[in-house]
């Protein structure tokens, strides 16, 4: 209880952590000391993100839109542009990133503590914190997986219209076409109206209570010598960067690793996202699932698809690997103080962090 409260108090003095910022390094500095302290080797492993991920998807919108204008004036140019950035924005919905290098302008880190080359366990969460944005205000907001389908579908509208105007030139599909341009011209202004005019969430829920959690499930895994991983991530909030670079530097050490992520623990009902995804949804291994309901000590949890947004454990599930997320979840089934103003420490539910904490050190156990 003693580290738990020490953490809560940190994150709560450090205050918003954008991707790539000073407090982002802050908190990332004083994680690895702590870990140190713990007896566990540390790694700092750094990277190229993105600050935002609204310019790049500014882009692939404005791209698209203008794609249907120039069916007005042509056949083949608006399909072939249309196929290529509705293809770059549905991969970079699935976390395999492309256009959105050009913007990599900051540098971000992973924090990992290890005892051991070949982890049974790999415990993650991501240490930034977002920008907030209309999309979330808490008077407004709605269901992301509706937004999602809504986003893509408009591109996917506007592919198969330039389609269509390449096969039957008609200015029909000009027409038509402008019903979901309005749709992308409508985010293009709400993402340029989030950079311009709102401010970072404070973090404590997202994710101060998984870098809580993972770091008071660390200090007793080393101590029973549990061997494990736990790695606190940068870059999660501007386009998941953190475990990307986790992936494509330590594959062949973390493979058959059991990988647990922790995200939005403090308030709500504890939930296993048994499906993630943004695009493409992929599922959560069966042997993964059951592992944590025998490792759950009778903790009332939901199992429940996780869509709309993507978590760290996204980039390992669409690469195939043994991984899941723990969140917690309110009754409309969003993460509570999501992405607001209202996400501070003093929103933390004790009992949601010590549930969570004996949740990762019994799959400790078991995996060992």
Same mark, same amino acid.
């Given at each position: ?57 500014? !882009?692939?919108? &404005? ?6 204008? #120039? *069916? @007005? %004036?042509?056949?083949? /140019? =608006?399909?072939? $542009? ?67 389908? !809504?986003?893509? &579908? ?6 198969? #219209? *330039? @389609? %269509?105007?390449?096969? /039957? =030139?008609?200015? $029909? ?196």
């Amino acid at each position: 209880m003693d580290l738990l409260e020490e953490v809560i108090s940190k994150i709560g003095e450090i205050g918003p952590r954008p991707t790539g910022s000073d407090n982002e390094r802050e908190l990332a500095g004083w994680l690895e000391d702590k870990l140190r302290r713990l007896g566990l080797y540390t790694e700092v492993q750094t990277f190229k993100v993105v600050p935002t991920y609204s310019y790049p998807y500014i !882009l692939i919108w &404005g791209l698209l839109v203008f794609s249907i204008l #120039l *069916t @007005f %004036f042509d056949r083949f /140019f =608006p399909f072939f $542009l249309a196929l290529v950035f509705s293809l770059l924005e549905f991969r970079e919905l699935d976390t395999f990133h492309n256009i959105t290098n050009l913007f990599r302008t900051r540098t971000s880190q992973n924090v990992i503590g290890k005892n051991t080359d070949r982890p049974k366990l790999i415990i993650t969460a991501h240490i930034d914190s977002a920008r907030t944005s209309i999309f979330f205000n808490p008077k407004y907001v709605t269901s992301p997986r509706v937004s999602m389908l !809504l986003t893509t &579908g408009s591109s996917l509208a506007v592919l198969i #219209l *330039t @389609f %269509f105007n390449l096969v /039957f =030139p008609l200015k $029909l599909w000009f027409y038509i076409g402008l019903i979901p341009s309005f749709y992308l011209l409508f985010l293009i202004g709400a993402h340029i109206h989030r950079e311009l005019f709102m401010g970072f969430s404070p973090g404590g829920n997202d994710n101060g209570s998984g870098v809580i959690t993972a770091l008071c499930s660390a200090k007793i895994l080393t101590e029973e010598g549990v061997p494990f991983w736990v790695i606190f991530t940068g870059g999660e909030e501007s386009g998941t960067y953190g475990a990307e670079a986790l992936e494509k530097r330590y594959r062949e050490f973390i493979k058959d690793a059991f990988i647990l992520n922790l995200d939005n623990l403090g308030s709500g009902r504890l939930t296993v996202a048994t499906e993630e995804g943004m695009w493409k949804i992929f599922k959560v291994k069966k042997d993964w699932l059951d592992i944590i309901k025998k490792c759950n000590e009778g903790i009332d949890m939901d199992f429940r698809p996780y869509l709309g947004l993507s978590t760290d454990a996204t980039v390992f599930l669409a690469r195939n690997y043994n991984a899941g997320t723990i969140i917690a979840l309110d009754d409309r089934g969003f993460p509570v103080n999501w992405h607001w103003y209202t996400d501070t420490v003093d929103s933390l539910e004790r009992k949601n962090l010590m549930d969570a904490i004996n949740i990762v050190v019994n799959v400790g156990r078991y995996v060992r």
